[in-house]
């Protein structure tokens, strides 16, 4: 039986750490918004207070450099 590879975007989503990121915002967590380095910036007006991106097992594992992905939008590989 064959194994789905472990950066699937299902087991990616699961190890996302936006939600406890300085820069995430209250009403990006009632709209219940996170994997912005995959799925785009967040709907929310949001202040830059320090980034995490870069410590997120998510960008590592798919290559992507760059951080505040909640505000500027999708990472792209590098």
């Given at each position: 039986?064959?194994?789905?590879?472990?950066?699937?975007?299902?087991?990616?989503?699961?190890?996302?750490?936006c939600?406890?990121c300085?820069?995430?915002?209250e009403c990006a967590?009632?709209a219940k918004e996170f994997?912005?380095?995959?799925?785009?910036?967040?709907?929310?007006?949001?202040?830059?207070?320090?980034c995490?991106?870069?410590?997120?097992?998510?960008?590592?594992?798919?290559g992507?450099?760059?951080?505040?992905?909640?505000?500027s939008?999708?990472?792209?590989a590098?």
């Amino acid at each position: 039986m064959l194994r789905p590879p472990k950066d699937t975007i299902g087991n990616l989503r699961s190890s996302c750490i936006c939600a406890k990121c300085p820069s995430y915002a209250e009403c990006a967590r009632n709209a219940k918004e996170f994997f912005f380095c995959v799925e785009g910036k967040s709907s929310c007006s949001l202040e830059r207070y320090g980034c995490i991106c870069m410590q997120c097992p998510v960008p590592k594992a798919k290559g992507f450099s760059g951080g505040y992905f909640c505000i500027s939008g999708k990472a792209k590989a590098k």
